[in-house]
């Protein structure tokens, strides 16, 4: 079986590394891929909203299965593109990924079929905003409706700094047309808690939890982030949380979609509060999260192409997710000075203190392959270290011992990603 994997960072080097596991898959390719997914697959040079490019390699190379990794091309359209050309493919269709694609949409889907949320307004005039703002309660989130590579949500404790944020998202365009709408929301406190899962169209299987650490300086202080790293399972989904959700939230939203003519396939992605309300739903993607699928799909058992091939067949129901009974830990090596500016192209030694050592993975996000064979930064988050572990302790330890091995110049790193762990209930 030949697999096409589309995209270029951490996540599709955490899914390849699964997608290679399997005994049915004899040849991966990935576009357009990154050094460390090289080792590993036969890279690309197509970029990854290269629609004609991409459909018309799949069809030269008769690849039999493709994995859509990214938000960008779904939310294009990559998967229609692929269908029209009789290509079997893995992801939401375009009228589906609307529901991470944009903001105001999903906002409403919930809305109407009762799914627990913030409460919200929606703004397509600067004008109004500025306006909601003189009677709005601090704090307050701004969110761009929009992509925006995880960073176009603002959370603003001042009217002041409400103000700013709207003119940076509507005026300024900061983050380009995903600012053309805006969802301004009320601020909600407790645990942020990820979910996972694989979708059908009908049946919604869940995976493990993991939790984020969106901000890029220890202390949850600095500017937003893609995610600086994450564990899993979380010690604050609790069977209580599960089965609130799976009665409130995430067959409802399977429902939702499929009623209002959305069918989605693929992975849906739930960012949930705890709150003392009970959990909420902060957003959802329409894809794996980065980097929770670097510790989320190294516990899964399965055969990760059985599993997606169901979801694209619509006989998810037949099968049964299973993880390892352990914990994972990711730690995110990124260049000093994301998310904002930082210098590429320096040399990253020590992966070589991975080879031979289970439960140790080294994600490349960020990289490149230099003229003389070596691995050079290539963007702000670099590599993703994940290390297992018997529990979540453990795990952590591990992933900061292994971070440790990695050496390149402005590297960057949070020494508190799974802090929280410790004020868990033992």
Same mark, same amino acid.
């Given at each position: 079986?030949?697999?096409?994997?589309?995209?270029?960072?951490? !996540?599709?080097? /955490?899914?390849?590394?699964?997608?290679?596991?399997? @005994?049915?898959v004899?040849?991966? &390719?990935?576009?357009?891929?990154?050094?460390?997914?090289?080792?590993?697959?036969?890279?690309?040079?197509?970029? /990854?909203?290269?629609?004609?490019?991409?459909?018309?390699?799949?069809?030269?190379?008769?690849?039999?299965?493709?994995?859509?990794?990214?938000d960008?091309?779904?939310?294009?359209?990559?998967?229609?593109?692929?269908?029209?050309?009789?290509?079997?493919?893995?992801g939401p !269709?375009?009228?589906? /990924?609307?529901?991470?694609? @944009?903001?105001?949409f999903?906002?409403?889907?919930?809305?109407? &079929?009762?799914?627990?949320?913030?409460?919200?307004?929606?703004?397509?005039?600067?004008?109004?905003?500025?306006?909601?703002?003189?009677?709005a309660?601090?704090?307050?989130?701004?969110?761009?409706?929009?992509l925006?590579?995880?960073?176009?949500?603002?959370i603003? *404790?001042?009217?002041?700094?409400?103000?700013?944020?709207?003119?940076?998202?509507?005026?300024?365009?900061?983050?380009?047309?995903?600012? *053309?709408?805006?969802?301004?929301?009320?601020?909600?406190?407790?645990?942020?808690?990820?979910?996972?899962?694989f979708?059908?169209?009908?049946?919604?299987?869940?995976?493990?939890?993991?939790?984020?650490?969106?901000?890029?300086?220890d202390?949850?202080?600095?500017?937003?982030?893609?995610?600086?790293?994450?564990f899993?399972?979380?010690?604050?989904y609790?069977?209580e949380?599960?089965?609130?959700?799976?009665? %409130?939230?995430?067959?409802?939203?399977?429902?939702?979609?499929a009623?209002?003519? !959305?069918?989605?396939?693929?992975?849906?992605?739930?960012g949930?509060?705890?709150?003392e309300?009970g959990p909420?739903?902060?957003?959802?993607?329409a894809?794996?999260?980065?980097?929770?699928?670097?510790?989320?799909?190294?516990?899964?058992?399965?055969?990760?192409?059985?599993?997606m091939?169901?979801?694209v067949?619509?006989?998810?129901?037949?099968?049964?997710?299973?993880?390892?009974?352990?914990?994972?830990?990711c730690?995110?090596l990124? @260049?000093? =000075?994301?998310?904002?500016s930082?210098?590429?192209?320096f040399?990253?030694?020590?992966?070589?203190?991975?080879?031979?050592r289970? =439960?140790y993975?080294?994600?490349? /996000?960020?990289?490149?392959q =230099?003229?003389?064979?070596?691995?050079?930064?290539n963007?702000?988050?670099?590599?993703?270290?994940?290390?297992?572990? %018997?529990?979540?302790?453990?795990a952590?330890?591990?992933?900061?011992?292994?971070?440790?091995?990695?050496?390149?110049?402005?590297?960057?790193? !949070?020494h508190?990603?799974?802090?929280?762990?410790?004020?868990a209930?033992?």
């Amino acid at each position: 079986m030949k697999v096409l994997i589309v995209g270029s960072g951490g !996540r599709e080097h /955490a899914i390849a590394a699964s997608v290679a596991k399997s @005994s049915r898959v004899d040849q991966i &390719y990935c576009a357009p891929g990154n050094a460390g997914i090289g080792r590993i697959a036969e890279c690309v040079p197509i970029g /990854a909203m290269e629609f004609e490019k991409l459909t018309a390699f799949a069809k030269e190379m008769a690849i039999d299965f493709t994995i859509i990794g990214m938000d960008d091309p779904l939310a294009g359209g990559i998967v229609d593109a692929f269908e029209a050309e009789g290509l079997k493919v893995f992801g939401p !269709r375009k009228n589906a /990924a609307i529901l991470e694609g @944009s903001k105001a949409f999903s906002k409403d889907l919930m809305k109407k &079929y009762g799914i627990p949320t913030a409460a919200y307004e929606t703004f397509d005039d600067p004008a109004a905003a500025f306006s909601y703002l003189e009677t709005a309660r601090f704090p307050i989130v701004l969110k761009a409706d929009g992509l925006a590579l995880g960073k176009g949500v603002l959370i603003c *404790n001042t009217k002041e700094e409400a103000r700013r944020g709207v003119k940076e998202i509507m005026e300024d365009k900061k983050f380009g047309s995903a600012g *053309n709408q805006m969802v301004v929301e009320e601020f909600m406190t407790g645990r942020e808690v990820s979910v996972l899962s694989f979708v059908d169209g009908k049946t919604i299987q869940i995976l493990s939890s993991a939790q984020d650490h969106k901000r890029a300086l220890d202390g949850d202080k600095g500017l937003n982030t893609g995610g600086m790293g994450t564990f899993s399972p979380s010690p604050f989904y609790t069977e209580e949380v599960d089965q609130f959700c799976k009665e %409130r939230i995430y067959q409802k939203t399977v429902d939702a979609m499929a009623a209002e003519g !959305r069918e989605f396939k693929g992975v849906i992605f739930f960012g949930l509060m705890l709150t003392e309300d009970g959990p909420k739903v902060l957003e959802y993607n329409a894809r794996f999260g980065d980097p929770e699928a670097q510790v989320v799909l190294p516990r899964m058992k399965n055969d990760i192409i059985d599993v997606m091939e169901a979801c694209v067949d619509g006989t998810l129901d037949q099968l049964t997710l299973e993880f390892e009974d352990n914990a994972a830990v990711c730690v995110v090596l990124a @260049s000093e =000075g994301y998310p904002v500016s930082y210098e590429k192209g320096f040399a990253v030694t020590g992966e070589e203190q991975f080879e031979g050592r289970d =439960g140790y993975y080294c994600f490349h /996000a960020g990289t490149k392959q =230099g003229e003389d064979g070596s691995v050079l930064t290539n963007g702000g988050r670099v590599l993703g270290v994940t290390a297992k572990g %018997r529990d979540l302790k453990e795990a952590r330890a591990n992933a900061y011992v292994a971070a440790e091995w990695i050496s390149f110049e402005n590297k960057y790193m !949070r020494h508190d990603i799974g802090k929280a762990i410790d004020e868990a209930k033992e």
